[in-house]
């Protein structure tokens, strides 16, 4: 995967990943664009920086919630979701065991073919349309 399309500061920072844990987050964003991009409801995504992580989240008001994805203390890298809402919970309960978590924030990620996508998708779906 390449950084091509990616702005600036946003791409700096996946840059400056460790091999893995770039592929890994390039994988998750490609994830977060693809999944965007079936939904007509969502429109197009801001992709920025937050708390120095890339972020995602739809133009349109009151429509979904952030998804950041970067680095994590406990893992390679990870899918976070604003832990003040259900997102990464619900995700656990439809998908219990699956994956590891870091309480109701983030999934946790030591290699990039831990990124299954039609599971994965379940969960970026929900946080895109978390306020519709």
Request: hydrophobic share 40%.
């Amino acid at each position: 995967m390449t950084l091509d399309g990616i702005p600036g500061p946003v791409r700096a920072v996946i840059d400056g990943y460790p091999p893995q844990a770039r592929e890994g987050v390039l994988a998750l964003r490609g994830l977060i664009l693809e999944v965007a991009g079936r939904l007509p409801e969502v429109g197009p995504l801001d992709e920025t920086l937050k708390w120095g992580q890339p972020a995602y989240l739809p133009r349109r008001p009151r429509t979904g919630s952030t998804l950041r994805v970067g680095l994590h203390k406990g893992a390679q890298f990870a899918l976070f979701a604003h832990c003040q809402t259900s997102i990464i919970s619900d995700y656990a309960q439809a998908f219990p065991a699956w994956d590891r978590l870091d309480g109701n924030r983030a999934v946790l990620f030591d290699t990039p073919g831990q990124v299954e996508p039609e599971r994965l998708s379940h969960l970026v779906r929900h946080a895109l349309t978390y306020h519709l």
